[in-house]
């Protein structure tokens, strides 16, 4: 048994479609098999995987309440257990992840892979569009007042109807982070000015993307995974902010990656940008990837959507920290103009940010850490790195 193996009692999954599984959503699976130790009349399935297990663990009890999962390291301690009362336990520690909502969360599993039911409904969605007619407009709106007292004017080419899918029109989310960073007190501890920011899943309008260059950040990349709208975003940025860059970003690939400190950024900002559950956990493989060590993540969050809480869940067990930004009624009110305006209808999606949550993540230290877990009443023992990478499904983002 190794640091990196888990051992599975699917009650029912066989060998093979636990291994799919994890290579799926997690990470690539070494090998696995039976555990020969196992108890008697259990079926135990012993996984070696490429990375951290306490992700995987984590992650495969959202998703399969039923079923059992541990580090095998810690096998020999742990009394096996059925029902729903699943327990994904780092060694000698007495980790609990939060179990998902089932009204979020309903998973089918097909010939051993997860298949989420809003997925489903997405892809019938744009398959009933796909006959729609593109239109396009131009959507023009001010910005701020930033801290200094400008006005940013912005000039916006959207699309309605199928082409590009929901990224190539403008969010609620993206409104609100966007104005937020113009005005936000500088007692939050975020320095944009001389920091590299990311911005993931920046839909066509990339407006978070457009304050981050204008609060004199020295480097802007704004992402998305649609090699439709970033074609959008990039003519809006060229009219708006030039020297941002655009490049299209799959999520899969970004979070697998190891790279080096100077191709990560200080600050990475999302809106919107989680639809579904596996997609959630692919935002959080990517973000993590491509962020600094001491570096800050900021997004804005509807409330109620599928995979937000595996998002916030995954974020904790990776060691961040969320602190919640209030929201006042100027700002709540500046960011949902542009999506009550029914000249916009069409080009604009969502509506009132009243329903949103602007959090921002930042790593803690193991001190720090095990000081929350115990006032949650879970301690944790100490490990060995962030996180696991990637998983193995493209985002159903739009």
Request: hydrophobic share 40%; aromatic share 4%.
């Amino acid at each position: 048994m190794t640091e990196n193996s888990l051992v599975v009692s699917g009650h029912g999954l066989s060998r093979r479609a636990l291994a799919a599984w994890f290579s799926d959503n997690v990470c690539e699976v070494a090998s696995y098999g039976h555990l020969a130790e196992a108890p008697a009349g259990t079926d135990l399935v012993e996984l070696f995987l490429e990375n951290e297990a306490v992700i995987g663990a984590s992650r495969f009890a959202q998703s399969f309440p039923s079923a059992t999962v541990r580090p095998a390291s810690s096998c020999d301690r742990i009394h096996w257990s059925r029902g729903d009362n699943v327990r994904a336990a780092a060694a000698d520690s007495n980790y609990v992840p939060h179990i998902a909502d089932h009204k979020e969360q309903c998973v089918l599993q097909v010939a051993g892979q997860q298949t989420l039911q809003s997925e489903s409904a997405e892809d019938d969605d744009e398959a009933r569009e796909a006959g729609d007619e593109v239109s396009e407009g131009i959507l023009e709106l001010q910005l701020g007042p930033d801290r200094t007292g400008d006005m940013i004017p912005v000039s916006l080419v959207l699309r309605s109807g199928s082409s590009g899918g929901t990224g190539a029109r403008l969010w609620s989310g993206g409104t609100l982070l966007a104005e937020w960073l113009l005005r936000a007190d500088p007692s939050v501890g975020l320095i944009v000015k001389g920091a590299d920011v990311l911005e993931l899943g920046a839909g066509a309008a990339a407006l978070p993307s457009i304050a981050a260059m204008r609060l004199g950040a020295r480097r802007v990349l704004a992402t998305d995974t649609v090699q439709q709208v970033v074609s959008l975003m990039r003519r809006n940025l060229a009219a708006n902010a030039k020297t941002v860059d655009v490049e299209v970003k799959d999520w899969l690939a970004a979070g697998r990656r190891r790279p080096r400190e100077e191709d990560q950024f200080d600050i990475v900002l999302f809106a919107d940008g989680i639809y579904t559950e596996r997609g959630a956990l692919l935002l959080a493989d990517a973000a993590m990837s491509l962020l600094r060590p001491a570096g800050a993540l900021i997004g804005a969050l509807p409330d109620l959507r599928a995979g937000i809480s595996s998002f916030e869940e995954d974020l904790r067990a990776r060691g961040f920290a969320a602190s919640e930004v209030p929201l006042d009624k100027e700002l709540v009110n500046a960011a949902s103009r542009p999506h009550l305006d029914m000249k916009a209808a069409g080009l604009v999606a969502g509506g009132s940010v009243e329903g949103y949550r602007l959090l921002i993540w930042r790593r803690v230290d193991e001190e720090q850490q095990n000081l929350m877990m115990r006032r949650r009443g879970k301690a944790r023992a100490p490990r060995r790195g962030p996180g696991s990478r990637g998983a193995a499904h493209s985002p159903q983002q739009q």
